[in-house]
């Protein structure tokens, strides 16, 4: 799949009178995902990560920009057609499972149904495909005559990755899939996602506020920061990040093979009604200058193969500390 341009903006209420506001959701989102690859996509809360996952499942018609799925413009095709063709090779895996399922609907009824809608084999064959997809999760046959309810968290969250796979998409977007977890499930459904795209060659986008989770899913990191993508970096060379945003992020995480210095933001975000001039986050950077609220910087190539960020002053190598004399000069 892959973007080019793609832009979302929102109707929201308030402004002057008889006038409707805009909300930036997306703006200028380019993106390509290849066969078997796992696109990581992290940022903070509202930075657009949601938005860009619902235009890749089509739950989200983009304002403006193309959207390309094995060639094929989707918005140039029928409703219908690119519904059934988005609905038959893209899974979503939602943020939380015990509001993704119906919960008057046992677990057999819940996994059946897109077999059901899409029309796939007989009755018998759709009832041995359920059952197929049950053990590819580890669930217990017992699981199939449970509501959701009666399942804990863990489970909730295989019975909706199983239906994301029913059908055999060949893209799988999960969306903050651990979020609502505890910890010690965690762990098990990251390891099963990573199992699952090895066993069945799954293009995957996974979508995160943790970086460091991020980092161990993907083999490249998209960061995001108010509907912008910032920065596309390789995870293995994401600890040599060159934008200052990602690297406040990295800094944010605990980690003991890349040990940082904490970077702390100042000020709040800025609002999605009215994003600031030339590169967002130069309201909240230590080393913005008049010249970031010019334009937003186009995309540079770093010195790893397909590593590019839109910065005017990146950090680099040479920078001891990446920000932590700034820092240091900040804070009481």
């Not at 929201?12 to 909300?23: C, E, L, Q």
């Not at 968290?153 to 969306?175: C, K, T």
């Not at 899939?177 to 799954?202: C, E, M, W």
Request: charged fraction near 20%.
């Amino acid at each position: 799949m892959e973007l080019r341009d793609v832009h979302v903006r929102l109707p929201a209420r308030g402004g002057p009178a008889f006038r409707r506001s805009v909300v930036h959701a997306l703006t200028g989102a380019d993106l390509a995902i290849a066969p078997g690859e796992t696109v990581g996509v992290v940022g903070e809360s509202g930075c657009g990560k949601s938005t860009l996952a619902k235009v890749l499942i089509g739950l989200q018609k983009p304002t403006s920009g193309t959207v390309l799925f094995e060639g094929s413009d989707l918005g140039s095709l029928p409703r219908k057609e690119r519904a059934a063709r988005l609905g038959a090779s893209v899974g979503m895996v939602f943020q939380d499972p015990s509001t993704a399922l119906n919960r008057r609907l046992t677990v057999h009824s819940v996994l059946r149904d897109p077999l059901d809608v899409h029309r796939r084999g007989t009755p018998a064959e759709r009832d041995e495909r359920v059952r197929e997809l049950m053990a590819l999760v580890g669930l217990p046959p017992s699981a199939a005559a449970a509501l959701p309810g009666q399942l804990s968290g863990g489970q909730r969250q295989r019975v909706a990755i199983a239906r994301a796979l029913m059908l055999e998409p060949s893209l799988l977007v999960a969306d903050e899939p651990t979020s609502a977890l505890d910890v010690s499930v965690r762990a098990q459904i990251l390891n099963l996602l990573l199992d699952l795209k090895d066993r069945l060659g799954l293009s995957m986008v996974f979508v995160s506020h943790d970086i460091q989770t991020v980092r161990r899913m993907s083999d490249r990191v998209v960061t995001m920061y108010l509907g912008r993508i910032v920065e596309d970096v390789p995870a293995a060379a994401l600890a040599d990040t060159r934008h200052p945003y990602t690297r406040a992020l990295l800094s944010a995480t605990p980690s003991l093979l890349d040990p940082m210095e904490p970077i702390r933001l100042e000020g709040p975000v800025p609002s999605a009604v009215h994003p600031p001039s030339g590169c967002p986050f130069r309201t909240r950077c230590w080393r913005a200058t008049d010249a970031c609220g010019e334009a937003m910087p186009p995309f540079t190539p770093a010195s790893e193969p397909g590593h590019l960020f839109r910065c005017l002053h990146p950090i680099t190598d040479t920078d001891t500390g990446a920000g932590s004399a700034v820092l240091q000069e900040k804070t009481p």
